[in-house]
């Protein structure tokens, strides 16, 4: 019998500090930068976003979304064979974070790996446990997790704060006879590798006296993301996902796109030929949660009634680097 990778229970997870753009530009203001916060606003329609206790690490923040899918779908964290965890905020270098999380949700008998292509993971490990799912019999439930906690890496007085929220997204999946994991395509482009991220504290600079007072060991925006390489770059795979595996655009219920901005969603809508009211949006109320924002996405969609049974979703994610991917399955 042919395996098919199916999404079984989908569930997200936000932290309850609500942190709303008048306490940024409260803060900003301040500052001397009373205008940075509204200019940021208006581009990406966010209006709040939501921060973790600063106790907690991203497994911690992973750890509800986790706990709620898999009640959703019936199972116990015993039942669970595999857990792909994405995130470009880990809680450590190294060991994974999806083995920390492991630990704490209980899941005893799982195996455990970290995807880290930044805000393209969630759709990059549902590929991973997509084709593992088909191949391999032994692996009967699958779960992925995305979570971000960006916020706990950037100086707060850094306007890039503005972006982000933390959040957490996961889903159940598992093989079924029913249409299910459609196919994938990927992009990358690495001439943008220094365009933005956390420079120091790797291979290539391990984390110093000198790096940690310049600030190289949080997150930086060094040099502006063109918006076409969204704008574009989004509809050149989700055109490229269509043909290459015969559905129509007009067979696509719902596109989930990375939620970093309005403007860019809406222009690329627009190049892919889909109604906006078809690119369902979260960063307005939750903020940008990276990792996470395509799980939490999914998740808000199916509870509004936005996706339902049998409905066709692609889901495409861009991360800094950039790291880009796009998947489509059909919602069972």
């Known amino acids: 019998m042919t395996r098919i990778a199916n999404i079984i229970s989908t569930a997200s997870y936000l932290p309850e500090h609500k942190v709303t753009n008048e306490d940024l530009i409260r803060h900003f203001t301040s500052l001397g930068n009373p205008d940075v916060i509204g200019k940021f606003a208006a581009i990406t329609g966010t209006r709040q976003r939501y921060h973790a206790p600063d106790n907690w690490a991203t497994s911690d923040l992973a750890l509800p979304a986790a706990q709620e899918a898999l ?4 199972r116990k964290p015993e039942d ?3 857990i792909i965890l ?6 450590y270098i190294t060991p994974a974070t999806s083995v920390v999380l492991q630990h704490k949700l209980g899941a005893i008998n799982a195996g455990t790996f970290d995807v880290g292509c930044a805000c393209a993971s969630f759709p990059t490990a549902i590929a991973c446990a997509s084709g593992i799912i088909t191949t391999n019999p032994s692996i009967k439930t699958v779960l992925v997790v995305g979570a971000y906690m ?7 007085d850094d306007p890039t704060i503005f972006y982000y929220g933390d959040g957490s997204g996961a889903v159940v999946m598992e093989a079924g006879d029913k249409a299910g994991f459609i196919g994938t395509a990927m992009q990358a482009d690495g001439t943008y590798a220094q365009s933005w991220g956390i420079f120091s504290g790797g291979t290539f600079e391990p984390a110093n006296a000198e790096s940690i007072k310049a600030g190289r060991t949080q997150v930086k925006l060094v040099n502006r993301y063109p918006p076409e390489v969204n704008a574009l770059g989004w509809p050149k795979l989700f055109h490229r996902l269509a043909k290459e595996n015969n559905y129509s655009i007009e067979e696509v219920d719902q596109v989930l796109f990375t939620q970093v901005s309005k403007t860019t969603i809406e222009a690329a809508s627009q190049n892919c030929g889909i109604p906006l009211e078809k690119c369902h949006m979260i960063m307005d109320k939750w903020g940008y949660t990276g990792s996470a924002c395509i799980a939490m996405a999914l998740d808000d969609a199916i509870s509004l009634g ?11 994610g861009s991360g800094v680097g950039y790291n880009q991917t796009a998947v489509a399955i059909r919602m069972t």
């Open 80 to 82: 669970v064979d595999l």
């Open 86 to 91: 994405g995130t470009d905020s880990p809680d």
């Open 150 to 156: 960006m916020h706990k890496l950037c100086d707060r």
């Open 306 to 316: 936005k996706i339902k049974s049998g409905d066709l979703v692609v889901m495409i």
């Open 71 to 74: 009640k959703r779908a019936g």
